[in-house]
């Protein structure tokens, strides 16, 4: 469980073609994307079409109808919808949609997006990048960029549509409690260049304005630091269940078990307060946007 983790695979096969890759790595997802393609091509063989003809009607080429009938390709929406017309499916091949549009995100950031929708309180201390739930979609892109081995477009807008997808976690109705802490050499860094900085450090004011968000910034400076040990996170729930994770504790591994919780909870709660309290924080981001 890690909020900064894209959680895909990277690859360069098919990359430019429409549709996303089918994750190696998600056993589920792939069981998915192959029952699809396999209605799919039902489908077509009972309109008497074969591959070519049917590609050549709805604008995509055989080997591309190939790979999604044998479920080596997540198709995009507008493939199902032209599918179903040329078909004559009557919304049944259009309504796949919906499925297709989760399977799309890595495994890993699809689990996360849904304990992320569940909890009530959400705690995560970061000290390499800015957490993904505060980037801007820019940010997130200049970020990718400079990941190796290097990202194909289509993995880098299947990634970045994954992380901008968690964000509405800011939407939700009942607004749930999310306290963020940043080193501060996060903030300063300037992934993607001067103006990039410029607008994620205006969305880091933004979102600290809100009444159920604390973004507090961790000074360099400190002598004493409880975070050295790597990131922190904790997500909670309505029924008093909670999951965290460190890297500096328990191997990395997502955690529920009250007494791993207890120690996590520790941690974070020094780490905030040896931390600039949330107001000295947007201060402090509102002097570095006038530095920038």
């Known amino acids: 469980m890690s909020v900064d983790e894209a959680g895909t695979a990277h ?5 430019d073609e429409p549709g996303w890759e089918v994750d190696p790595d998600d056993e589920s997802g792939a069981a998915v994307v192959a029952s699809v393609g396999r209605q799919l091509k039902a489908w077509r063989e009972a309109a008497g079409m074969r591959a070519g003809e049917f590609g050549a009607a709805i604008g995509y080429g055989e ?30 091949l259009a ?8 399977v799309r995100y890595p495994k890993k950031v699809r689990d ?9 309180e959400v705690e995560a201390y970061h000290h390499h990048n800015i957490n993904g739930l505060l980037q801007t979609e820019e940010h997130m892109r200049a970020l990718f960029a400079s990941w190796l081995p290097a990202y194909t477009q289509s993995e880098m ?10 964000q509405s976690i800011f939407d939700r109705a009942a607004a749930p409690s999310l306290s963020f802490v940043q080193e501060e050499v996060t903030l300063r860094r300037p992934v993607g260049g001067t103006m990039v900085l410029r607008r994620q450090l205006e969305r880091l004011l933004e979102l600290g304005r809100l009444r159920n968000v604390a973004i507090q910034v ?18 909670r729930f309505p029924d008093g269940s ?7 504790a328990f191997s990395g591994r997502p955690v529920s078990d009250p007494k791993h919780l207890r120690i996590l909870g520790l941690r974070y709660g020094m780490i905030r307060a040896q931390a600039l309290a949330p107001r ?5 981001i509102e002097q570095l946007l006038g530095e920038t």
């Open 11 to 15: 690859g360069n096969d098919g990359a």
């Open 63 to 92: 080997d591309l109808v190939y790979k999604v009938e044998g479920g080596r390709r997540i198709p995009r929406p507008e493939f199902l919808d032209k599918a179903d017309k040329a078909l004559g499916a009557g919304g049944k």
């Open 95 to 102: 309504m796949f949609k919906k499925e297709m549009a989760e």
């Open 112 to 120: 996360l997006a849904k304990l992320e929708a569940k909890a009530v």
């Open 157 to 166: 807008d299947r990634v970045v549509a994954a992380r901008l997808g968690r």
């Open 218 to 235: 961790m000074p360099t400076h400190r002598e004493e630091h409880p975070g050295t040990g790597g990131l922190i996170e904790v997500l």
């Open 242 to 248: 909670a999951v965290g994770r460190s890297e500096g």
């Open 280 to 284: 000295e924080s947007l201060a402090f």
